[in-house]
């Protein structure tokens, strides 16, 4: 069975620009999930999907971070305007939408700021 | 909240060495995941194993969840193992994914 898919793998952009970032989850997953991990740090939760609709945003920065699942398959991420403290790898991750919620990860896209 | 700790933070080892990795939960967990996050920042599933053991190849996990610790063991260690090793725990009753703190290992040849 296919993964999770991501793309761009790597993105650089200039502060202030913006840029967004698309999840494929395992196919059936009703469940998805968009992480940030700064390096040296685990993975923190930025937002989480139950097939559209939003289930958890309380981490998410929503003054510059926006998040859809419009059909309740793929997702996409958008940084707008972008801040030197935003680099990091943004992971997407999926699970069936029922316990025990074992989740699979992408491959990730590590975002550098400058 | 509930909190998840690993240890050792680093290790460091010599080319077919064996090691063993602990991960502490301070609550009843209903997942309990491994996974290894590669040089390229991917995380790969080792195991799903909210309690007993479970092998695959070099590597074995054992869950205490009475006990709230988990090992992961890694037998003869290659150069490829080398990276960060998470745990991460969903809490009874919630459906949030927790991660420990990691160990980083360095396999040397």
């Known amino acids: 069975e296919a993964g999770v898919a991501q793309s761009p793998r790597y993105k650089i952009i200039e502060k202030r620009q913006s840029v967004a970032f698309w999840c494929n989850p395992i196919?059936?997953?009703?469940?998805l999930y968009w992480y940030q991990q700064i390096l040296g740090q685990g993975p923190k939760l930025l937002i989480q999907?139950?097939?559209?609709?939003?289930?958890?945003d309380s981490q998410l920065p929503k003054d510059r971070f926006s998040a859809e699942r419009l059909k309740g398959v793929d997702s996409t991420l958008k940084i707008q305007p972008a801040k030197l403290e935003d680099s990091a790898v943004y992971l997407c991750?999926?699970?069936?939408?029922?316990?025990?919620?074992?989740?699979?990860f992408g491959p990730g896209t590590r975002l550098t700021v400058t | 909240g509930i909190q998840v700790e690993q240890s050792p933070p680093d290790l460091i080892l010599q080319e077919g060495a064996n090691s063993t990795l602990r991960c502490n939960f301070s609550?009843?967990?209903?997942?309990l995941q491994w996974f290894h996050q590669n040089p390229w920042g991917q995380l790969i599933n080792l195991f799903y194993?909210?309690?007993g053991t479970k092998q695959n190849g070099r590597l074995s996990a054992t869950t205490v969840a009475t006990e709230r610790y988990s090992l992961l063991y890694i037998s003869s260690s290659q150069t490829t193992d080398s990276g960060v090793y998470f745990c991460?725990?969903?809490?009874?009753?919630?459906?949030?994914?927790?991660f420990g703190t990691g160990t980083r290992l360095q396999v040397f040849p």
């Open positions: 194993i909210p309690s």
């Open positions: 609550d009843s967990v209903n997942n």
């Open positions: 991460a725990v969903i809490r009874r009753g919630t459906d949030k994914l927790i």
């Open positions: 999907f139950q097939n559209n609709g939003v289930v958890d």
């Open positions: 991750a999926s699970s069936l939408s029922q316990a025990p919620y074992e989740q699979y």
């Open positions: 196919s059936g997953h009703a469940t």
